[in-house]
């Protein structure tokens, strides 16, 4: 076979995989679930609209001080830099996240930012409606134009510790 008469061979065989996998999605749409919550085993324990965690006290005292011991050392209280030491376990009380994980259950994930999530079965894409009663602390409420504004800074933070990991020269 001649060089043209493979590269005509290759140039077929890539069209007509891209039209196997590219056809079936166009003519069949995934089901789509939206749920309170993402279960990776069976269903979530816990309802849509719980309040509170089975072991968390939603009458517990409220105030008072916390004073918490961090061994190593860091340079800033701003868990998203590049450089310097960040105090890791601050992370959680300075972002929140779009879903949150339950103590008792170890591959499920509860709405925290967002009020529901919507995903096919493959899990090939996610949408995550958010709750309109999430706030900042100022009260100013949580946009979708926040969420990606904080996961493009968590992109563009993870390429530069990529980059600065890289050989110079």
């Known amino acids: 076979m001649t060089v043209s008469g493979r590269i005509r061979l290759r140039v077929l065989a890539c069209i007509a995989l891209a039209l196997g996998v590219a056809l079936p999605a166009l ?83 509860y709405g925290l930012l967002a009020k529901s999530v919507e995903t096919d079965d493959a899990r090939s894409y996610v949408t995550f409606h958010l709750d309109p009663k999430a706030r900042f602390a100022d009260g100013k409420p949580v946009t979708a134009e926040d969420v990606l504004f904080s996961w493009e800074r968590s992109l563009l933070i993870e390429v530069r510790l990529e980059l600065k990991t890289l050989p110079s020269g």
């Open 27 to 109: 003519f069949c749409e995934a089901k789509a679930a939206e749920s309170h919550a993402l279960a990776m085993h069976g269903q979530p324990a816990l309802p849509p609209g719980f309040t509170h965690m089975p072991y968390a006290n939603p009458d517990a005292p409220k105030g008072g001080r916390l004073v918490w011991g961090i061994l190593g050392t860091f340079d800033s209280l701003n868990p998203l830099i590049v450089r310097g030491i960040a105090v890791q376990q601050i992370r959680g009380f300075v972002v929140e996240s779009l879903l949150a994980r339950g103590n008792d259950e170890a591959f499920t994930l």
